[in-house]
């Protein structure tokens, strides 16, 4: 359960990264790639050396879907729609790589942020990020 | 036995000789309290753990963030022998404080986090990885004595 300042913490970081959407999301995407090697076989179709053109515009993508989801996490269920479909349907990634994908996130945040990511702010990122994946996987069985 | 390139040696050495300990052990049992709750139930005589101000203030959990981060040290001391550094603390954890084993691999990513927002831009994947890979031999080490 979110609650009301946990909400309002996790829109305004995520609006804030909403520039740097390419950076945060390559860097994550890139961080899962070395820790988590399983995970580059959804990718055999993109260039996900460092930087790549690919990484970059695809870690932009899922970086502004998570920030959309952050601007009202009381419909994540609505915003998230079309993506529960995509995932469960077509991409039918294992949702157990949502879990490596978040954890890499919070990372690249910590990276990214350093002392302003406090202790409240990655348990709150930490909630959204589990919410996030379970509205993605909901469609999948 | 764990096989470590040179690169993870390295790395594993690097990033612990430039560790704050005094700061980063408490940050991390803090933050691990703080972000998943339910791990509170170990320590329950350390007095006020209401909330994440109290639990960054608590001279008990910063006390054991410290030890918990110099056992660490041990074990990059030790790293082609992990299983025999860690066996007696494993038996401790099992045997007597019973802590469920899942919860190290909590601590172990409140630490990643923790040395990552210290790191910055150092930390690259290739760091966050021999680190993940160096926690993990530990965690699997502290695990060995359950039965």
Same mark, same amino acid.
């Given at each position: #359960?979110?609650?009301?300042?946990?909400?309002?913490?996790?829109?305004?970081?995520?609006?804030?990264l909403?520039?740097?959407a390419?950076?945060i999301?390559a860097?994550a995407?890139?961080? #899962?790639f070395?820790?988590?090697?399983?995970?580059?076989?959804?990718?055999?179709?993109?260039?996900?050396?460092?930087?790549?053109?690919h990484?970059?515009?695809?870690?932009?993508?899922?970086?502004?879907?998570?920030?959309?989801?952050?601007? /009202?996490?009381?419909q994540?269920t609505?915003?998230?729609?079309?993506?529960?479909?995509l995932h469960?349907?077509?991409?039918r990634?294992?949702?157990?790589?949502?879990?490596?994908?978040?954890? +890499?996130?919070?990372v690249a945040?910590? +990276?990214? #942020?350093?002392?302003?990511?406090?202790p /409240?702010?990655?348990?709150?990122m /930490?909630?959204? #990020?589990?919410?996030?994946?379970?509205v993605?996987?909901?469609?999948?069985r | 036995m764990?096989?470590?390139? !040179?690169?993870?040696?390295?790395?594993?050495?690097?990033?612990f000789?430039?560790? !704050?300990?005094?700061?980063?052990?408490?940050?991390?049992?803090?933050?691990?309290?703080?972000?998943?709750?339910?791990t509170?139930?170990?320590?329950?005589?350390?007095?006020?753990?209401y909330?994440?101000?109290?639990?960054?203030?608590?001279?008990?959990?910063?006390?054991?963030?410290?030890?918990?981060?110099?056992s660490?040290?041990?074990?990059?001391?030790?790293?082609d022998?992990?299983?025999?550094?860690?066996?007696?603390?494993?038996?401790?954890?099992?045997?007597?404080?019973?802590? !469920?084993?899942?919860?190290?691999?909590?601590?172990? !990513?409140?630490?990643?986090?923790?040395?990552?927002?210290r790191?910055?831009?150092?930390?690259?994947?290739?760091?966050?990885?021999?680190?993940?890979?160096?926690?993990?031999?530990?965690?699997?080490?502290?695990?060995?004595?359950?039965?």
């Amino acid at each position: #359960m979110l609650s009301k300042k946990q909400k309002e913490l996790i829109a305004e970081i995520w609006a804030s990264l909403t520039p740097v959407a390419e950076d945060i999301g390559a860097d994550a995407l890139g961080r #899962m790639f070395a820790s988590y090697p399983g995970t580059k076989t959804y990718f055999s179709h993109l260039d996900i050396s460092p930087r790549s053109a690919h990484l970059l515009s695809h870690g932009r993508k899922i970086v502004l879907a998570i920030a959309e989801g952050a601007r /009202d996490i009381g419909q994540l269920t609505v915003t998230l729609a079309p993506l529960q479909t995509l995932h469960a349907y077509q991409l039918r990634i294992d949702p157990a790589n949502f879990k490596l994908f978040s954890h +890499c996130v919070l990372v690249a945040l910590a +990276c990214h #942020m350093g002392d302003d990511f406090t202790p /409240d702010a990655h348990a709150a990122m /930490d909630k959204y #990020m589990s919410a996030f994946a379970a509205v993605l996987s909901e469609k999948y069985r | 036995m764990v096989q470590w390139t !040179d690169f993870e040696r390295a790395t594993i050495q690097d990033v612990f000789s430039k560790m !704050d300990y005094e700061s980063v052990g408490p940050e991390t049992l803090s933050r691990c309290l703080i972000v998943y709750p339910w791990t509170q139930r170990y320590f329950g005589n350390f007095g006020n753990l209401y909330n994440a101000a109290a639990i960054m203030g608590n001279p008990l959990v910063a006390k054991h963030g410290k030890t918990i981060l110099h056992s660490l040290e041990r074990g990059v001391k030790n790293m082609d022998n992990l299983k025999d550094t860690y066996a007696e603390l494993s038996v401790l954890h099992s045997e007597k404080l019973r802590v !469920d084993p899942d919860n190290f691999k909590l601590i172990s !990513d409140c630490l990643t986090i923790v040395v990552a927002s210290r790191m910055g831009k150092a930390f690259t994947g290739e760091v966050q990885a021999a680190l993940q890979k160096f926690l993990a031999v530990v965690v699997s080490s502290l695990r060995r004595q359950y039965h």
